[in-house]
């Protein structure tokens, strides 16, 4: 089955550490994104990536960091500079570049908790 | 920034009742999607409409969209309990990002 794996699903970590969320897709979808969601908030967006090897910063990029060496994977490392990263994170991705274009597939979120 | 607000925050209803959800936003726009959150859960695209549509339908959904009001509305017909989820609508922002807003939280009693 096609679609979006996220892991881990429930993260902890101490402060002061840097952790790392997967996102993989088998979508072939050009296009994938990382959004942060805090409750009963919409979601923002923390960084994008139109093709392999480039992605650009969202609204809320500062603490974190990405990468996109394969078109299916989009990892998304938190740095210790992020001073609130307590949140659920989404990973999502679209089949051409250019969030106008249509449609976003969504993993099922990881949930990061800093000690 | 620009976004899509949705109304009311929060909406409880009992099954076999329709339920309807809006969301303004602040700029144009090229199209304006629906999307479900169950708890804990990833986003599932419902519906996308265009500007140049006014009105559109999927199964039990109706989505209308009104450019002049620059609004939407999600209406849901005879509600069931697994309807119970939190609903986002998202708008295109100006940099080309899909912008949401805070969602509504329906509540649907069996």
């Known amino acids: 089955d096609g679609g979006i794996t996220q892991s881990p699903k429930y993260l902890f970590r101490k402060e002061g550490q840097n952790v790392t969320l997967s996102c993989e897709q088998n979508?072939?979808?050009?296009?994938m994104y990382w959004y942060r969601q805090d409750p009963g908030q919409g979601l923002r967006l923390i960084y994008y990536s139109q093709i392999v090897n480039d992605f650009q910063k969202g609204d809320i990029a500062e603490g974190y960091s990405v990468s996109r060496e394969k078109k299916e994977s989009f990892p998304l490392t938190v740095t210790s500079a992020q001073k609130n990263p307590t949140a659920f994170y989404l990973c999502?991705?679209?089949?051409?570049?250019?969030?106008?274009?249509?449609?976003?597939?969504f993993g099922e979120g990881s949930r990061l908790t800093v000690l | 920034s620009q976004q899509g607000e949705e109304d009311p925050q929060a909406l409880s209803i009992q099954e076999g009742e329709n339920a309807t959800m809006n969301c303004s936003y602040k700029t144009s726009i090229n199209n304006l999607q629906w999307y479900r959150q169950n708890s804990g859960r990833g986003l599932v695209h419902l519906i996308l409409?265009?500007?140049?549509?006014r009105e559109k339908h999927s199964g039990r959904l109706r989505v209308t969209l009104d450019t002049s009001k620059k609004s939407s509305s999600l209406l849901i017909t005879a509600s069931r309990a697994a309807d119970t989820a939190s609903y986002f609508c998202a708008t295109g922002g100006s940099q080309g990002n899909l912008i949401f807003g805070k969602g509504t939280k329906l509540s649907v009693k069996p």
């Open positions: 999502a991705s679209s089949i051409r570049p250019g969030l106008w274009s249509g449609e976003l597939f």
């Open positions: 979508l072939n979808h050009d296009a």
């Open positions: 409409i265009r500007s140049n549509e």
